[in-house]
């Protein structure tokens, strides 16, 4: 099997996973994607969006499998992390934010459980919502 990122069974492997919606490869669509305000840049191969746990954790098995650079991100909003843009050439970014589920808030403890793609909005809503006193 080619191993390159930009091998059609790399990508099709990837997309199965995904979806094709869940997968971006195209070099101007990763371009536009992965820009970033930081003076250091590097763009990725490709960038997928998983929407579960177990999607998560293909694409780390692959990943690992094809020796293929990793790098993960809730939302891709933080500058102190590089926002989507690895710190390496190449590989794939994977962008968590279609992980949007909130699992369990306790008031009693003042915790939540939440998936990365959740952001503080979304928690600040939740909170609203369901009239909780944190």
């Known amino acids: 099997m080619d191993r390159s990122p ?10 199965d996973i995904v979806g094709p919606d869940g997968l971006l490869f195209k070099p101007e669509e990763v371009e536009l994607e992965t820009r970033t305000c930081t003076p250091f840049r590097q763009i990725p191969d490709c960038v997928v969006y998983p929407q579960s746990t177990e999607q998560v954790q293909q694409i780390v098995a692959l990943a690992q499998e094809l020796k293929v650079p990793l790098w993960p991100v809730s939302t891709g909003k933080n ?52 009239k909780l006193a944190l």
């Open 6 to 15: 930009q091998s059609s069974t790399y990508l099709q492997r990837l997309s």
């Open 79 to 130: 500058w102190g992390y590089g926002e989507k843009s690895a710190w390496y050439e190449g590989g794939i970014t994977m962008v968590l934010n279609r992980m949007k589920t909130i699992h369990v808030v306790d008031e009693t403890i003042g915790y939540a459980v939440i998936e990365p793609g959740v952001t503080y909005r979304d928690l600040n809503n939740y909170l609203k919502e369901h």
